[in-house]
């Protein structure tokens, strides 16, 4: 059986970058989010969200980080505060901010304590009722002001949402800078980004473990693609698949029990479930075709899988224990990189289209597919934990970026390095 000529079991992006290996500009650690919001129609919630009084003085700037949170999740409009500072304690003037269009304000400070640590308080006010929804306070050391920021996000989101907020949560995903890859990890808005790893060969496909507290990913450090789970708390990584031939796209099962992986150790690339305490891999597809990137429904049904079985990659579902595989994907030739949402409604995907690779998003119960982006290099999506967002790699104006998007596309945030090789992200699970 033919195979596309692009199509393989492991990640596009890493074949276009090895072969492009050593032509890619330095990538700076730490890069800055830009929100770009297009589209017409959109149902926002007016907030103001006010400097927080001692934020000159701080490290963070905690009510820019609450405002830029709150913006890119699609779910608020800013309403502008320039020149205002408001602490904990001050009642906003209801009048001057309903003239402005606010429903609602978020007023807080921040003060540095005698021991070093910093004090976060906040408050959110419902302008429209002129009622006082509550507050919280935080007291953490310098390296966590923008956590705490995140949670004051949190917090807000959920109370005038009536869903959690996913601001708190971390992102995983590689960078390629002078022949050196390096496996991040940082907060869901790219800010604050710690190295997990970095080798002179690639990394690629970090998954994060249902529990958030391990990574599983293929290194090839060892001159061919073999799987690690890596602890992020510790930095300690075990081996879990180095069988013959490659080892790669692994996937966590949703009770964290096991991994599914490609692995070509019997011929063909085929789809084999690991368990994370040794033993042989049990092989879950039989066919004579490449099956590979898998991803497991949240309620463990289903493994979504690639299969050029049909003539074309296209995505399939199959029972976590293999067996009969049912097509998903119907509309275009070439569908590839699946994740299903956690609440288990949505499968986001990549799809060609007069050969550009874009992000398309299905709704499972009906079939129903959107595009939600105008890029044409778009690559690993990945929902948020609350199902509201999907961060993806992309490149815009020739350079590589993450984004993150709004189901509907309308609402995306750039996170944007001043130049090199962004890829592979991975939204983790809520924190514990």
């Known amino acids: 059986m033919s195979i596309a000529p692009t199509f393989c079991p492991l990640r596009r992006r890493t074949l276009v970058s090895l072969l492009a290996a050593g032509a890619l500009p330095a990538v700076p650690a730490f890069a800055q989010f830009r929100i770009e919001v297009s589209g017409v129609g959109l149902t926002q919630l007016p907030i103001a969200v006010a400097a927080f009084r001692g934020d000159a003085q701080a490290p963070q700037k905690i009510g820019a980080i609450v405002r830029a949170d709150l913006e890119r999740s699609g779910m608020f409009r800013p309403v502008d505060t320039t020149g205002v500072a408001a602490d904990e304690n001050t009642r906003p003037d209801l009048g001057v901010w309903r003239q ?71 992102i995983a995903y590689v960078t390629k800078a002078a022949q050196k890859f ?26 994060w473990s249902p529990n958030g507290a391990q990574l599983a990913y293929v290194s090839f450090e060892s001159r061919k693609p073999v ?42 690339s085929q789809l084999y479930a690991i368990g994370l305490n040794g033993g042989d891999p049990k092989r879950l597809t039989q066919s004579s075709s490449i099956d590979t990137e898998p991803a497991f429904s949240p309620d463990g049904r289903y493994i979504y899988f690639v299969s050029d079985r049909g003539g074309a990659p296209q995505i399939y579902r199959m029972s976590p224990g293999g067996g009969n595989a049912e097509r998903v994907t119907f509309t275009g030739s070439y569908n590839i990189s699946p ?7 949505w499968l986001a995907y990549v799809s060609r289209v007069g050969g550009a690779f874009k992000l398309h998003v299905m709704e499972l119960a009906t079939g129903t597919v ?45 996170l944007s390095g001043a130049s090199g090789d962004i890829r592979e992200p991975d939204w983790g699970p809520f924190q514990r």
Request: proline residues 5%; aromatic residues 6%; charged residues 25%.
């Open 370 to 414: 959107t595009p939600i982006t105008d890029t044409s290099a778009d690559e690993s999506p990945s929902f948020a934990p609350n199902s509201r967002l999907i961060v993806y790699a992309t490149q815009q104006q020739g350079r590589e970026a993450l984004m993150t998007t709004t189901l509907d596309g309308k609402i995306k945030a750039k």
């Open 339 to 345: 994740a299903v949402s956690p609440d288990g409604r």
């Open 100 to 170: 402005k269009g606010a429903d609602s304000m978020v007023t807080g400070s921040v003060s540095l304590l005698a021991d070093g640590r910093y004090d976060v308080r906040l408050r959110l006010w419902d302008i429209v009722r002129g009622q006082d929804l509550g507050g919280q306070s935080y007291t953490v050391g310098a390296a966590d002001l923008r956590l705490s920021a995140h949670r004051i996000s949190d917090f807000v989101y959920e109370k005038l949402t009536g869903e959690k907020g996913v601001f708190s949560t971390r």
């Open 182 to 207: 390096n496996l991040w990890v940082a907060d869901s808005d790219g800010e604050g980004a710690q190295s997990a790893l970095t080798s002179p060969e690639p990394i690629i496909s970090p998954a």
């Open 227 to 268: 799987i690690y789970s890596h602890d992020v708390a510790s930095g300690k990584r075990r081996l879990l698949a180095n069988f013959r031939g490659s080892n790669s796209a692994p996937a966590w099962s949703p009770d964290g029990k096991q991994l599914v992986a490609t692995l070509s150790r019997d011929g063909g």
